[in-house]
């Protein structure tokens, strides 16, 4: 259409001038004020100038192809040049609606890319091109009735408003799959490698039977996957047709293979340059089976094993084919893997893009590659997940550049999209495990882009309130030891607490850590600190009394100033900082009391969780946890009751209350209160004959967790990452080293001293990282309990809790 209406004004314009002629003036019709000088400066004709026909022609070509104006003729007044043109409007608003199943922020992308925006000249050619692509999307992902419609309101001779109107529709549902050509698996065995399934009314929850053609291009590949993986390195998918219904409702679709035969693998070896690199080739062909059916993915790893070790040698672009050669009589098949190592790189710089409040610091001290330095394919990959880990970012891309004008350097780009580390939040939270709270707190995750975080936080629940202000700096100094701080204040009463032994406490204190790395992956840190705790209130019972008569204390209740050295090591492959679905996380650490402590006590702890991905999308995980506590009293003294452990709530062990699994009390009975050989604080356990269902915790505790994490049904992909829904089974036990078995003996007391002692639910949770702090709601039911447990199936958390 274009180069129509193009010839048509060049033919025009051909005709009106027979002869050359001496132009004594240009004058624009047309043409707003506010454009006139600057289209006159950019004509090739000016005043005096003898023009010709081919000169008017190339005149009419260049106003046109400027895009600026949507029609240009020329005709001629004596010696004057007069152009009449018709200028295009500019958008002055662009809106849009009912784009539902598009991001507005990926929608706004792409008609910026396709300079359809505010203050962009109005192109209808460019509307009704992008209407055809938006809507050929939308039937790509099986919105077959889509309807796209671009509405211009004309404000001004020059100006227009612009709207984009979606209509959506229903989105048609993959109603039926088929195969054709497949001879060794059936249907259903094909359709179990699928993300995409047929609609079933009654069960949808954890399959897809919307047509989204990315994840439906990756089960053609999983299908593929399937086929080279049990021995058919020539299965090829041939044809996939899709048919839909007269009302674009329903989806079938017909995927034709061709499968092969069945290989067995008769040798394997590398070939080619590898650059000298061959001695640390050559284990990897052991990952490939002689006399073995071919597999695909072992196939695959030596591939990238090749190329791996190429790149950390500094080889950034190596070829590495595998080339089949088969005997059909045999049904074997040799693999060559022909290795062209190519030539060195060194990286010439590393940039950042998309960081807009992280200062480039923050980004360059998580690298491992360096400028200047010989290209490293798993420093870059590093780099790429040390960013990941830092909490900061939404997501990181790495890529590589090459630098013109050279041969052997090239840049490195790491494009990040940061996530809103900074928060002021005001809430009220309630949990089942500590009632109503009120809370407020300031945090930067990220302060001024530093990379460090800083907090003040305060809490006020059933239980009572804190107020605590922390720093954490991650590279205090330039080999990344981490210095963090902590001051606080709190009080603390679980005389509410139906399920303890109740007593309340009044604490400040400040503690220091130093954070050493050892390598990518491992760290230990020490630390210290002081706590000044007062307790009063206190019920008296048989643990509290062999602790306060360690301290010499007379009454039930005491003051203590307490100093405590920190030690551990801490060990972490998690691929990210929230809802992690690959890797291991595990720490060993413990403090103990130092001289000008009042207390004289030591604390060891061992924990470990993991995560392993059961399919390639990482929406199936399977997670396990575990932990060990340990403590005790030293030099004549015992543990403080205050750091007994307990077990029980969503933090521990989930359809137990709070806190409610532990040794129980013995409390002062009344009918021996008064006699003298109870009076004060006694340790003679026949004063506390009166035993209950209250806690008072032990001085060890074992707790473990599997949990199967699955898709959160009815929640969009976009927002699966803030959302966790998962199956578990929970199971604890906590016990006293120190107890008296002979206590015991009658039956009607328990073992206290027995680990064996062990609770266990199962049931379901599901988190959400909420804008005002973690949601967490889970359902259990004990399936191992023990008389006096204080049960609480429903349990639930909202925002931060004391």
């Given at each position: 259409m274009k180069k129509l209406l193009l010839t048509s004004l060049l033919f025009s314009s051909t005709a009106t001038f027979a002869a050359p002629f001496v132009v004594k003036d240009i004058r624009l019709?047309?043409?707003?004020?506010?454009?006139?000088?600057a289209i006159m400066a950019r004509l090739p004709v000016k005043v005096g100038q003898t023009i010709t026909d081919q000169d008017i022609s190339n005149l009419v070509r260049a106003l046109y192809l400027n895009g600026s104006f949507s029609n240009v003729q020329a005709s001629r007044e004596g010696n004057t040049l007069v152009l009449h043109i018709a200028e295009r409007a500019v958008i002055n608003s662009l809106e849009f609606s009912g784009n539902d199943s598009i991001p507005k922020d990926a929608l706004q992308d792409n008609l910026n890319a396709n300079d359809i925006k505010a203050g962009s000249l109005l192109n209808r050619e460019k509307l009704d091109a992008f209407k055809t692509e938006l809507e050929n999307y939308y039937h790509s992902i099986g919105f077959y009735n889509a309807k796209v419609n671009f509405d211009i309101d004309q404000v001004a001779s020059n100006q227009a408003n612009v709207k984009l109107n979606i209509t959506e529709g229903d989105r048609a549902l993959v109603k039926e799959i088929n195969f054709?050509?497949?001879?060794?698996?059936?249907?259903?065995?094909?359709?179990?490698?699928m993300e995409v399934q047929p609609d079933v009314s009654w069960w949808n929850f954890f399959a897809s039977s919307k047509l989204d053609q990315q994840k439906f291009q990756n089960d053609l590949q999983a299908i593929k996957t399937f086929y080279l993986n049990k021995g058919y390195?020539?299965?090829?998918?041939?044809?996939?047709?899709?048919?839909?219904?007269?009302?674009?409702?329903?989806?079938?679709?017909?995927?034709?293979?061709?499968?092969?035969?069945?290989?067995?693998?008769?040798?394997?070896?590398?070939?080619?340059?590898?650059?000298?690199?061959?001695?640390?080739?050559?284990?990897?062909?052991?990952?490939?089976?002689?006399s073995e059916l071919f597999n695909g993915d072992n196939a695959k790893d030596v591939e990238d094993g090749i190329k791996t070790i190429l790149g950390d040698n500094s080889y950034a672009a190596p070829q590495v084919s595998l080339v089949p050669e088969f005997n059909e009589e045999k049904h074997e098949v040799n693999l060559t893997y022909v290795v062209d190592a190519g030539r060195r790189y060194y990286?010439?710089?590393?940039?950042?893009?998309?960081?807009?409040?992280?200062?480039?610091?923050?980004?360059?001290?998580?690298?491992?590659?360096?400028?200047?330095?010989?290209?490293?394919?798993?420093?870059?990959?590093?780099?790429?997940?040390?960013?990941e880990r830092t909490g900061f970012f939404e997501t990181v891309d790495s890529s590589t550049e090459m630098v013109k004008g050279t041969n052997d350097q090239m840049d490195v780009i790491?494009?990040?999209k940061e996530r809103n580390t900074g928060s002021i939040n005001f809430g009220i939270g309630y949990g089942t495990e500590s009632g109503l709270s009120y809370n407020a707190s300031v945090k930067q995750d990220n302060f001024l882009g530093t990379g460090a975080s800083a907090s003040l936080s305060g809490t006020r629940n059933d239980y009572g309130m804190s107020i605590a202000l922390g720093?954490?700096?991650?590279?205090?100094?330039?080999?990344?030891?981490?210095?963090?701080?902590?001051?606080?204040?709190?009080?603390?009463?679980?005389?509410?607490?139906?399920?303890?032994?109740?007593?309340?406490?009044?604490?400040?204190?400040?503690?220091t850590t130093l954070g050493f790395p050892v390598d990518e992956n491992n760290s230990y840190y020490v630390g210290l600190g002081y706590a000044h705790n007062k307790l009063k209130d206190i019920q008296p019972e048989y643990n509290r009394a062999l602790y306060l008569e360690s301290i010499e204390a007379k009454e039930w209740e005491f003051s203590n100033h307490d100093f405590d050295f920190s030690l551990g090591w801490g060990?972490?492959?998690?691929?990210?900082?929230?809802?992690?679905?690959?890797?291991?996380?595990?720490?060993?650490?413990?403090?103990?009391?130092?001289?000008?402590?009042?207390?004289?006590?030591?604390?060891?702890?061992?924990?470990?969780?993991?995560?392993?991905?059961?399919?390639?999308?990482?929406?199936?995980?399977?997670?396990?946890?575990?932990g060990l506590n340990y403590a005790n009293g030293f030099g004549g003294k015992k543990l403080p009751f205050y750091q007994y452990y307990t077990a029980g709530g969503i933090g521990s062990l989930r359809g137990f209350s709070y806190g409610a699994v532990g040794p129980k009390a013995f409390y002062l009975t009344n009918s021996t209160a008064s006699a003298p050989v109870c009076a004060g604080v006694s340790t003679n356990f026949a004063c506390y004959?009166?035993?209950?269902?209250?806690?008072?915790?032990?001085?060890?505790?074992?707790?473990?967790?599997?949990?199967?994490i699955v898709p959160t049904p009815f929640v969009s992909d976009k927002n699966q990452t803030t959302v966790r829904t998962s199956f578990f089974v929970d199971a604890a036990s906590v016990w006293n080293t120190h107890w008296d078995k002979s206590y015991s003996q009658n039956g009607v007391i328990p073992d206290y001293s027995d680990p064996s002692r062990v609770r266990a639910s199962a049931g379901i949770s599901f988190q959400w990282q909420s804008p005002i702090g973690p949601l967490v709601f889970s359902y259990a039911k004990p399936i191992k309990k023990y008389e006096g447990d204080d049960v609480e199936q429903f349990q639930f958390s909202i925002g931060g809790t004391f």
């Open positions: 019709d047309g043409v707003s004020e506010g454009n006139r000088s054709s050509g497949n001879k060794a698996f059936d249907k259903d065995t094909l359709l179990d490698q390195p020539k299965f090829n998918i041939t044809d996939v047709k899709t048919k839909v219904s007269d009302d674009k409702k329903d989806i079938a679709i017909t995927i034709d293979v061709s499968e092969g035969e069945q290989y067995t693998v008769s040798g394997v070896r590398i070939v080619g340059d590898t650059a000298g690199l061959m001695p640390q080739m050559e284990p990897l062909l052991k990952k490939i089976y002689v990286v010439r710089n590393i940039l950042f893009k998309g960081n807009d409040a992280s200062a480039d610091k923050t980004l360059r001290q998580e690298m491992r590659q360096q400028e200047g330095a010989l290209y490293s394919l798993s420093a870059i990959q590093q780099g790429k997940l040390r960013l790491y494009k990040v720093y954490n700096e991650p590279y205090f100094t330039k080999d990344g030891v981490s210095l963090g701080g902590n001051v606080y204040y709190e009080t603390y009463d679980n005389s509410k607490n139906n399920n303890q032994a109740s007593y309340s406490k009044t604490s400040y204190g400040i503690d060990y972490n492959s998690l691929n990210r900082g929230f809802f992690p679905t690959q890797g291991i996380k595990a720490n060993i650490g413990g403090r103990i009391s130092i001289p000008g402590s009042d207390n004289k006590y030591y604390k060891l702890n061992a924990n470990i969780v993991g995560y392993y991905p059961l399919n390639r999308a990482e929406t199936w995980v399977l997670s396990g946890k575990a004959a009166d035993m209950s269902s209250d806690v008072v915790g032990g001085n060890a505790m074992a707790t473990t967790s599997v949990e199967l």
